[in-house]
């Protein structure tokens, strides 16, 4: 079955850094587009970031355009999220989506799969 498995996250003060890392596997990663998403306690899930089919073409949130950066690899299966500057708004849950469809979608209902999450906390 498909299996999305996030890592990376932690504790981190007010303008450090974490990379994330979302490795994939029961699916053709290549001809999926992947997603960054995050929860906050208490509020809806939101639209991160996201990369198409060969990275070609990558969308981001407008909290976070120039301090997060997404890519990946489709020979290690496995998609990143470069994390700068980070705020203690950043805190959330980080969760990692795709899509069996090239292009760009900011809506989480498009995404087929999802991970568990990994928690991100910043703090002042």
């Known amino acids: 079955q498909v299996q999305l498995v996030e890592s990376g996250g932690g504790l981190v003060q007010a303008g450090g850094s974490l990379r994330l890392s979302c490795a994939a596997s029961?699916?053709?990663?290549?001809?999926?587009?992947m997603g960054w998403f995050r929860q906050a306690p208490g509020k809806e899930r939101e639209f991160v970031a996201t990369?198409?089919?060969?990275?070609?073409?990558?969308a981001y949130a407008d909290s976070v355009k120039g301090r997060f950066t997404i890519s990946r690899d489709n020979a290690k299966n496995t998609v990143y999220l470069q994390m700068n500057s980070l705020k203690p708004e950043d805190t959330a849950v980080y969760y990692c989506?795709?899509?069996?469809?090239?292009?760009?979608?900011?809506?989480?209902?498009?995404?087929?799969?999802w991970g568990q999450g990994t928690q991100v906390t910043v703090s002042s």
């Open positions: 990369i198409t089919l060969s990275g070609g073409t990558t």
């Open positions: 029961g699916l053709t990663f290549r001809s999926h587009s």
């Open positions: 989506a795709a899509r069996k469809f090239a292009g760009v979608l900011t809506r989480s209902s498009g995404y087929d799969y």
